[in-house]
Nanobody, 123 residues
Framework: QVQLVESGGGMVQAGGSLTLSCVASGAVNSIYQMAWFRQAPDQQRELIASITSDNTVKYDDSVKGRFTISKDNPKGGINLQMNSFLQMNNLRPEDTAVYYC???????????WGQGAEVTVSS
């Protein structure tokens, strides 16, 4: 099992920046992919960025060039943790959503979910 906890959401004006953080704990050595999804009001949850253990990165076209996903390697001795970050620049009102950290092993890369972090972009 992997536990994910996000932080860093908030309110920002259009054109501003925010960085979301996600701390993974538990069986972090099993993680193949870390990703960020978002869900706007009355819309389906969508994948916006992902990064694999070999650092292959993918972005949805809606965030390409504005958002950057990154991760570090597991560390911490007995209680391993791993971090993922989503740097969001040039934010737009349409980026307003709840952002979810996601992770999983190779055979099910979207297994685990965080609780969500709300991002509101005002015009």
């Amino acid at each position: 099992q992997v536990q994910l906890v996000e932080s860093g959401g908030g309110m920002v004006q259009a054109g501003g920046s925010l960085t979301l953080s996600c701390v993974a704990s538990g069986a972090v050595n099993s993680i193949y992919q870390m990703a960020w999804f978002r869900q706007a009001p009355d819309q389906q949850r969508e994948l916006i960025a992902s990064i694999t253990s070999d650092n292959t990165v993918k972005y949805d076209d809606s965030v390409k060039g504005r958002f950057t996903i990154s991760k570090d390697n597991p560390k911490g001795g007995i209680n391993l943790q791993m971090n993922s970050f989503l740097q969001m620049n040039n934010l737009r009102p349409e980026d307003t959503a709840v952002y979810y950290c996601n992770a999983g092993p190779y055979w099910n890369p979207t297994s685990y979910w965080g609780q969500g972090a709300e991002v509101t972009v005002s015009s």
